[in-house]
């Protein structure tokens, strides 16, 4: 299912929003002029790679330096392949200029980063031998999601079922969007972490934690004069 649009007014212009848009885009593009090794080398450097910091001495013998878990925070702005971004991207554009006009720009500014954080943080404490980069803005927007599922429960979110590619177009309650994309972020982590032999390529801890973090921290970013 592909949520398309939602219904709610916003009153004030995402510049928050695009802004992370803009800049996630340009990096992608930047990444995507550089030699192939190039490119792997930033992201390992610049994504958050779980046994650098759970294992320092793997850390020094692969070259990567200590950068004071700077990587926590730029790897929500890297992404590798044309999907990863797109969907990040949609995600952002859809659902992240209502939080953004609830809370303002500053604080929705201060929340996406510290879902951001804490999601990353989430997917290390669960995965933390993991020696591939985690990357990618979802663990932001799932906080955003996290703050949409409370603040908006009840919005209007028209859905495309790709069924054969025809437009099978439909509405649902925000409630029941984002609470079926939960059970399939949980489903996913669970199964990853039950089984050895499932590869898991999709950082879905740290989707899960991001969601928690923006449903639990979002009413201290609410902006009161923006409530009707």
Known sequence: MIPIRDNIHCNTVPYVSWGIMVICIIVFFILQMMPDEMQRQLV???????????????????????DRYLSFLTNLFLHVDWLHIIINMWFIWIFAKSIEDRMGHVRFLIFYLLCGLLA?????????????????????????????FFIYPYARVVIWFPLFLLPIFFELPAVAFL?????????????AMMFDNVTADVAWWAHLGGFLAGAFLHPLFIDNKTED
């Open 44 to 66: 390992y450097l610049y994504g958050m790679v779980p046994i650098r910091y759970s294992n320092p001495e793997w850390a020094n013998a692969f070259g990567l330096p200590p």
């Open 120 to 148: 990353t943080y989430v997917q290390w404490y669960f995965d933390p031998h993991l020696a591939i980069p985690v990357i990618g803005a979802s663990g932001a927007i799932a906080g955003v999601l996290g703050a949409y």
């Open 179 to 191: 609470g079926f994309w939960v059970i399939i972020q949980l489903q996913k982590a669970v199964t």
